[in-house]
Every structure is written in structure tokens, then in C-alpha cells.
């Protein structure tokens, strides 16, 4: 169960990167462009949830690969 949980880790790593990476250059980038009433929503994708999103997620993996969600209580299952 570990090492499901390790690799889980590292799937959650490649997502938090995957999922600010297409914030920043599939949402964001194509409103920065545009200009004009658009361009809150961009700042709002790039300052905000791009940073949000991919730290959250990537900091979760980072745990499930140290082995953080292995115990109960404080002490090691």
C-alpha cells in the first residue's frame, strides 16, 4: 500500500505541474492577448489560481512520497 501510495504521489506531482502549466498557457495567455474585458480573468488564472492549484497539488504528492498519510494518530501504520 506504501509504494501505491508513493507512485500516487508522483502522479500528483506531474498533475499540479500539468494543471498550472495549462492555466498559464491555455487559459491565461490567450486572454492576455485579447486585452480589453478579458484581462481580469487572466490575472485572476496567472497571480491566483495557477500558483494555488499546482503548489497544493504538488506539495500533496510531495507528502504521499515521504510517506506523511502513513499514520494514524502519530504514530506509523
Do not use: H
Not at 500500500?1 to 508522483?10: E, P, S
Not at 496567472?46 to 510517506?67: C, D, E, H, V, W
Amino acid at each position: 500500500m506504501n509504494a501505491i501510495r508513493k507512485a500516487l504521489g508522483v502522479l500528483w506531482i506531474l498533475i499540479g505541474v500539468s494543471a498550472g502549466i495549462y492555466l498559464i498557457y491555455f487559459q491565461a495567455l490567450p486572454l492576455w492577448k485579447s486585452g480589453g474585458n478579458d484581462l481580469v480573468p487572466a490575472i485572476i488564472y496567472t497571480f491566483i489560481l495557477a500558483p494555488i492549484i499546482s503548489l497544493g497539488m504538488s506539495i500533496f504528492g510531495y507528502y504521499a512520497m515521504q510517506g506523511e498519510y502513513s499514520t494514524r494518530n502519530g504514530e506509523k501504520l
